[in-house]
């Protein structure tokens, strides 16, 4: 395979998969806030084993004062609040805030076995918050709608170009699965000429058609 083509496919995988992971990361951060401020608002005086390993914490102290648990139920949906066209600047500022509560919510812990399976989770969750920060900034967009956006659009046109114009618009057009047709082209240093099918039986051929094609 061609080694341009390894590093552009590469490096696709890489920035898809890191939107993803930082998508991911935001939308859970989101998910451990709401479910521990209503925790917190609740009269639980206990959690199951399933909420330890999900790293929810039962902060006795925070939970002194109701106004703790909807203030962090308020930081867990303003890191999504993006995704419904609000400005980004909301999750950016949501970030350090959820960092806060989760350190608020380890100090509170004093369940040894609780603090060491819930303190990995959280200290991930640290992190991805720090990710999120950083990357939303530099980019100057939200994560998660960007991932949304990006994966929407791959699939629209997949669907546009497999089923709706190679089928629909031009039927002599080969389709996904047939013999592909035989061309000739010139190399990148354009002194040889090269035909499709004199790779036929011999290795795997990408065709990368870009912007710059």
């Known amino acids: 395979m061609d080694p341009m083509v390894i590093k552009y496919v590469g490096l696709s995988g890489i920035i898809y998969g890191l939107h993803a ?4 990361a935001q939308v859970l951060l989101c998910l451990f806030l709401v479910a521990n401020g209503k925790i917190l608002l609740s009269d639980k005086k206990q959690l199951g084993k399933w909420s330890n390993r999900f790293g929810l914490t039962l902060n006795e102290r925070l939970s002194q004062n109701a106004l703790n648990g909807w203030l ?5 949906v303003a890191l999504i609040l993006p995704l419904f066209g609000l400005s980004y600047w909301i999750a950016v500022i949501a970030c350090p805030v ?8 380890r100090r509170g812990d004093d369940t040894v076995d609780r603090r060491k399976i819930a303190g990995w989770v959280q200290k991930g969750l640290m992190i991805g918050a720090v ?8 980019e100057g967009k939200d994560l998660v709608r960007t991932a949304v956006v990006i994966s929407y659009k791959a699939a629209y046109w997949e669907m546009t170009e ?5 089928k629909t618009n031009n039927p002599n057009v080969p389709k996904v699965g047939e013999m592909a047709p035989d061309f000739e082209l010139t190399d990148v240093t354009g002194t040889k000429t090269v035909r ?11 065709l990368l058609f870009g912007s710059f094609t």
Do not use: C, E, H, N
């Open 21 to 24: 992971f930082l998508a991911l």
């Open 72 to 76: 962090m139920i308020a930081t867990g």
């Open 98 to 105: 959820s960092i806060y509560w989760i350190m608020a919510l």
């Open 131 to 138: 990710f999120v920060f950083g990357f939303t900034i530099w």
């Open 162 to 166: 497999v089923y709706g114009w190679q």
């Open 196 to 206: 499709l099918s004199d790779f036929k039986g011999k290795r795997p051929v990408v």
